[in-house]
């Protein structure tokens, strides 16, 4: 059974919420999902995960939200190889901030990027001003990730 990391950026529990509205959808279709709420850097380079998804909610002016921080903090100081990481990602965040709107997960997705892992599809940008739960636009999107990404195993 191939395995998927939901790895969690959150502030207030929005980001955590998302992830914990989506596994369902993973496990339909044949995966054996882990939630990873205090994420670290050993999650994506010696797991035996087929694929990530990242769910991170952005803070301040497009800062990473504490819990994720030791991961990005080792991310940038030990820059492993990334080439064999497939993941998605769902970023958080609210546009009456400007030009920082989901600048958590922009950043994440530029520096994953930058270590040589793989995107799946787009990310998935949440407005806290234009949808009141995340998971009403993140629960539509996994559905179409999973389809548009054959990742239905069973």
């Known amino acids: 059974m191939p395995k998927l990391n939901i790895l969690v950026g959150t502030m207030y529990g929005g980001a955590l919420d998302v992830a914990e509205q989506v596994k369902p959808l993973f496990e339909q279709v044949g995966y054996k999902v882990a939630i990873l709420e205090q994420p670290s850097l050993t999650d994506i380079t010696e797991s035996d995960a087929d694929l990530a998804l990242f769910c991170i909610s952005t803070t301040g002016s497009g800062d990473f939200p504490g819990n994720f921080v030791?991961?990005?903090?080792?991310?940038?100081?030990?820059?492993?190889?990334?080439?064999?990481?497939r993941y998605g990602l769902i970023a958080l965040g609210d546009s009456s901030y400007g030009e920082t709107f989901c600048g958590a997960g922009r950043s994440l997705d530029a520096l994953l990027e930058d270590h040589g892992a793989t995107r799946l599809g787009e990310r998935l940008e949440v407005d806290a001003m234009e949808t009141f739960m995340a998971d009403d636009a993140a629960i539509p999107?996994?559905?179409e990730w999973i389809v548009a990404q054959?990742?239905?195993?069973?």
Do not use: C, G, N, Y
């Not at 940038?76 to 190889?81: A, T």
């Not at 054959?150 to 069973?154: D, G, H, S």
């Open 150 to 154: 054959q990742l239905k195993v069973i």
């Open 70 to 85: 030791p991961f990005v903090r080792t991310l940038r100081d030990q820059s492993p190889s990334l080439a064999s990481l």
């Open 141 to 143: 999107w996994v559905e």
